[in-house]
Structures are given as structure tokens and as C-alpha cells.
């Protein structure tokens, strides 16, 4: 069955440079959600979209934005990047309903220098 | 979203059967109780939820005690691919469509011994 994809699933940055992770969902799933998990941590929710509407924010930084495009694929755009900013990325997919269990890609881990 | 307590981490034998406990006193009467695992350098993974009754999918069983304030995840037979941080989280049951995060809390490491 066709998985979350997330790309690229590595990259290095320096400070202050932009970034930018792609997230493509499961076919005919409407809600993509974006999670941070930093060295050590747990995941941590940054913003999610329904039907290509943002829908939740999180802890998303001011210097972080997203969107959910036409085809339901979703980008998140860092800027001014910083040495905290360093983790894995997460995309998830899932139908928007509570209940409905969301599917996780493999990650982006970016790594600031 | 109500608070969630797990175990730091526990130790398992393989081929014996896991229970994975998880408090959740101040769960409210709409909360579903899911279960995700983490296994190391890998996205986070959905094992099963439930609601008020007991459930059982491919993967695991999941406890709910009477009260539901409390649950238990049960690995049947654990492996050494089971060895991962297993999360409990409640998911409040809005009705309408849209999208609902998780909130990760500590979760419980297992180990699993061959």
C-alpha cells in the first residue's frame, strides 16, 4: 500500500539559510499534519491541514510556514534557520476524523551547521 | 487534551506476552485512547485505539478498564521488532471533519530481551 513520502530525507543547512521538506500524503487523504522531534525528544505538533486549509497550529515558529497544495501535497518553508532547528521532521497523513488513525513518513532530519 | 502517565520503560522476554499499562484519570467521556509506537530512526506508527470496549487488530489488544481511566496495550508475543517507545494519547471525538493532532506526552520504552 502507498506510504506517506517525504523528501528529501536528509539535509544540511547553515545558519540563516531557508529551507524547504515536501510531503506527499496517502491518495485520498485530506489532512496532512506537520511534527518536529528534536534530539532526545518526543514528537512535537507544528500545523496541519484540511482540505488544503490550514487547519491547527502548534509550536510552529514565526520563521516556519506551510501549505497544502492542489494535489493535497504539502510543503513546510523554514527561514533564518538556527542551530535549534536541527531534527527530524514528520509528515502524517490521515482522513480527517478523529478517530481515524494518522500514517507517519520516514522523516526529513536537517541538520543545521 | 487530557494528561496521559506511562511507565519510563520496561523489559520484556522474547516470546512472552507484553502489557503496556497507561493512567489517564482525567480522560472525559468523548476521549478516544490511541496507541502509536516509535520505533528507532522511523516515523511513528498507529497500533490500535478504542473507546469504551476492549479491541484487538493484527498488531495488539487494548485494555480499557470499566472506568476508562485507565488501559493496557497488550503485544501477545513480543519480538525483537516490537522494541520501540510506545505512546499513549487521547484523542477527543469531535464529530466534525477536520484535522486532530497528537500530543505526544513520555511514552514507555520496551525493551525487548532475546
Known amino acids: 500500500a502507498a506510504g506517506v513520502i517525504q523528501s528529501p530525507r536528509h539535509l544540511i543547512k547553515e545558519k540563516r539559510e531557508t529551507a524547504t521538506l515536501k510531503c506527499y500524503p496517502i491518495?485520498?487523504?485530506?489532512?496532512v499534519y506537520w511534527y518536529q522531534q528534536g534530539p532526545g525528544q518526543d514528537p512535537q505538533f507544528l500545523i496541519s491541514f484540511y482540505e488544503k486549509m490550514q487547519s491547527d497550529k502548534g509550536s510552529i515558529p514565526d520563521r516556519f510556514s506551510a501549505q497544502q497544495f492542489s494535489d493535497y501535497h504539502s510543503e513546510l518553508n523554514m527561514s533564518s534557520l538556527e542551530l535549534g532547528d536541527s531534527a527530524l521532521y514528520f509528515c502524517a497523513s490521515s482522513l480527517g476524523r478523529s478517530n481515524q488513525p494518522q500514517h507517519f513518513g520516514d522523516g526529513t532530519r536537517l541538520s543545521i551547521l | 487534551d487530557a494528561k496521559t502517565t506511562q511507565p519510563n520503560s520496561m523489559e520484556s522476554n522474547e516470546e512472552e506476552p507484553v502489557h503496556l499499562p497507561c493512567n489517564h484519570s482525567?480522560?472525559?467521556?468523548?476521549?478516544?485512547i490511541h496507541w502509536y509506537r516509535q520505533l528507532p530512526s522511523q516515523g511513528p506508527e498507529y497500533v490500535i485505539h478504542?473507546?469504551?470496549s476492549n479491541v484487538n487488530n493484527r498488531m495488539a489488544s487494548l485494555a480499557i478498564a470499566e472506568d476508562r481511566k485507565s488501559s493496557t496495550l497488550i503485544l501477545h508475543r513480543a519480538t525483537l521488532r516490537d522494541a520501540a517507545v510506545y505512546y499513549c494519547i487521547l484523542r477527543v471525538a469531535y464529530s466534525g471533519a477536520g484535522s486532530y493532532q497528537l500530543t505526544f506526552g513520555k511514552g514507555t520504552k520496551l525493551s525487548v530481551i532475546p
Open positions: 482525567t480522560i472525559s467521556g468523548t476521549d478516544y
Open positions: 491518495p485520498r487523504h485530506d489532512t
Open positions: 478504542g473507546l469504551t
